[in-house]
């Protein structure tokens, strides 16, 4: 665990970065009543999950929240009006890779096991836990809240998991939410990387409300004053439905991926989509990201789907995504990745494989073996 001095260091030196000044705190808490409101505070980073964030978080579920009786419910929200989260902070990981500084590089670890970490804490909350999706929800801002059950979108919400266009794969727990979508979204998320936006995220079920933009103030006023140490999951229900909008359950291109992602083999997948493509935008796009993608990211995230099903609980996949974790930060595909994306941005990746079927059934399955116990993610202190 990094000691003080270390995260004091790292809290000036991504205030440096992103211009919070040192008198801000990365995280705000505002105690109402019975409801906290917790606001991530880094909106020029647009709220990405840096260690020291992280530390405040874990620092939160070990004492306030699990032991303060007075607090009902926790309200998460992301300051700037861009962002609730936008993923991790993937530029810091890749700088200490580049350096070759094995001190510096302790963060390739140091990291997951505190984003992991605190995923599962948040998923084993006393408190409601409320989240307000408004602006881009990705990667790490899907972690700490996949499990909440009052996941609540706007007309600014913008959801995606597009992690295969930089080298990485579907992590923070989704080997076991992503399955459990219906048909086949879940696969259709990961692979391509689709938007959703506004009433898409209900329409999929990344998310369970719709509410105007303009509303979550009354909403939020509304829950301040109506929760209680008394109150439980349906009047809870029915002060958030007194604000959201009605919205139609199926997602309009539902069938057509149904039937595009179904088969036993990810070059089954791909070589229907390449036949069909030119038919429609829709059909067009998920091929062009699928081209892009890194391919060992591709073979990872259709194997993490279909094992993903037999997983029991969300604690299961968070260690099975930890695994094959170690696996992508021991290797060079993220950071190619990343270099295309936030620095040499006019490069194309040079991927490890050039195709899916390069890659042999061995090399997946070793991703996903059990680490060295010594090395294993440890989510004891939350069960």
Same mark, same amino acid.
């Given at each position: 665990?990094?000691? %003080?001095?270390?995260?004091?260091?790292?809290?000036?030196?991504?205030?440096?970065?992103?211009?919070?000044?040192?008198?801000?705190?990365?995280?705000?808490?505002?105690?109402?009543?019975?409801?906290?409101?917790?606001?991530?505070?880094?909106?020029?980073?647009?709220?990405?999950?840096?260690?020291?964030?992280?530390?405040?978080?874990?620092?939160?579920?070990?004492?306030?929240?699990?032991?303060?009786?007075?607090?009902?419910?926790?309200?998460? $929200?992301?300051?700037?009006?861009?962002?609730?989260?936008?993923?991790?902070? &993937?530029?810091?990981?890749?700088?200490?890779?580049?350096?070759?500084?094995?001190?510096?590089?302790?963060?390739?670890?140091?990291?997951?096991?505190?984003?992991?970490?605190? #995923?599962?804490?948040?998923?084993?909350?006393?408190?409601?836990?409320?989240?307000?999706?408004?602006? @881009?929800?990705?990667?790490?801002?899907?972690? &700490?809240?996949?499990?909440?059950?009052?996941?609540?979108?706007?007309?600014? =919400?913008?959801?995606?998991?597009?992690?295969?266009?930089?080298?990485?794969?579907?992590?923070?727990?989704?080997?076991?939410?992503?399955?459990?979508?219906?048909?086949?979204?879940?696969?259709?998320?990961?692979? $391509?990387?689709?938007?959703?936006?506004?009433?898409?995220?209900?329409?999929?079920?990344?998310?369970?409300?719709? /509410?105007? +933009?303009?509303?979550?103030?009354?909403?939020?006023?509304?829950? @301040?004053?109506?929760?209680?140490? =008394?109150? #439980? #999951?349906?009047?809870?229900?029915?002060?958030?439905?007194?604000?959201?909008?009605?919205?139609?359950?199926?997602?309009?291109?539902?069938?057509?991926?149904?039937?595009?992602?179904?088969?036993?083999?990810?070059?089954?997948?791909?070589? +229907? &989509?390449?036949?069909?493509?030119?038919?429609?935008?829709?059909?067009?796009?998920?091929?062009?990201? &699928?081209?892009?993608?890194?391919?060992? =990211?591709?073979?990872?995230?259709?194997?993490?789907?279909? %094992?993903?099903?037999?997983?029991?609980?969300?604690?299961?996949?968070? /260690?099975?995504?930890?695994?094959?974790?170690?696996?992508?930060?021991?290797?060079?595909?993220?950071?190619?990745? /990343?270099?295309?994306?936030?620095?040499?941005?006019?490069?194309?990746?040079?991927? $490890?494989?050039?195709?899916?079927?390069?890659?042999?059934?061995?090399? @997946?399955?070793?991703?996903?073996?059990?680490?060295?116990?010594?090395?294993?993610?440890?989510?004891?202190?939350?069960?």
């Amino acid at each position: 665990m990094l000691g %003080r001095s270390a995260i004091r260091l790292n809290q000036l030196t991504n205030a440096m970065r992103f211009g919070v000044s040192q008198g801000e705190s990365l995280v705000l808490f505002e105690t109402q009543k019975n409801v906290q409101k917790v606001i991530l505070n880094r909106p020029k980073a647009l709220n990405a999950l840096d260690i020291p964030t992280l530390e405040v978080l874990l620092s939160k579920l070990r004492t306030e929240w699990r032991e303060n009786q007075q607090i009902k419910a926790l309200l998460f $929200t992301g300051a700037g009006g861009k962002a609730f989260c936008a993923g991790g902070d &993937i530029k810091t990981l890749y700088d200490a890779k580049i350096s070759g500084d094995p001190t510096k590089m302790k963060v390739l670890d140091e990291f997951f096991h505190r984003e992991f970490l605190t #995923d599962y804490g948040m998923s084993k909350l006393k408190p409601f836990q409320i989240c307000f999706y408004d602006g @881009i929800v990705m990667g790490g801002g899907v972690g &700490i809240s996949s499990q909440c059950r009052y996941r609540i979108a706007t007309e600014t =919400s913008m959801y995606a998991m597009p992690e295969a266009k930089i080298g990485l794969f579907t992590d923070i727990g989704a080997s076991y939410f992503l399955p459990r979508l219906r048909g086949r979204l879940g696969l259709w998320l990961g692979l $391509t990387g689709a938007r959703l936006r506004g009433e898409e995220l209900v329409k999929v079920g990344v998310a369970d409300y719709f /509410v105007p +933009r303009e509303h979550l103030p009354l909403l939020e006023k509304a829950l @301040i004053e109506e929760i209680n140490p =008394s109150t #439980d #999951d349906k009047q809870l229900k029915t002060i958030i439905t007194r604000y959201t909008k009605a919205v139609p359950p199926e997602y309009p291109n539902e069938k057509l991926v149904d039937e595009l992602f179904k088969g036993e083999t990810l070059q089954e997948i791909v070589t +229907r &989509i390449e036949q069909r493509r030119g038919e429609s935008d829709f059909i067009e796009a998920m091929a062009k990201s &699928i081209s892009e993608a890194s391919p060992i =990211s591709l073979r990872i995230i259709f194997e993490q789907y279909r %094992r993903g099903k037999q997983l029991k609980s969300f604690r299961e996949g968070l /260690v099975s995504d930890f695994r094959v974790m170690q696996h992508f930060m021991a290797g060079r595909d993220f950071f190619e990745g /990343v270099r295309c994306t936030l620095i040499d941005k006019k490069d194309k990746p040079n991927w $490890t494989y050039k195709s899916i079927d390069q890659i042999s059934e061995q090399e @997946i399955n070793r991703q996903f073996e059990p680490l060295d116990p010594s090395k294993e993610l440890d989510l004891k202190e939350f069960d």
